[in-house]
């Protein structure tokens, strides 16, 4: 078992334990936020957190979780008009 057993144990911290391989969400919400032209005030707004949280999650300083990314990305593609 030794150092197999070692690795899989080090997989499993990187994953969280589901077994899966953790996906860094932090690059597809940046060109989300971006390509809709939308502040970080604005989308703070829209998400009712800070901007400062915001700016934290795309520096890699945050974390976030899988209903916040899924807010932001839909927060992202809503077309008010301007």
Known sequence: MGEEGTMKD???R?????GREAVDP???LRA???AS????????QRLGVSAPYLREVEKGSRSITPMRV????????I???A
């Open 32 to 34: 989300a936020r971006k």
């Open 14 to 18: 990187r994953c969280g334990g589901t």
């Open 37 to 44: 032209g939308l502040s970080y005030a604005k989308l703070a």
């Open 79 to 81: 077309d008010d008009g």
């Open 10 to 12: 080090r997989a499993c």
């Open 70 to 77: 899924a807010a932001w990305l839909g927060a992202c593609s």
């Open 26 to 28: 932090v690059p597809e």
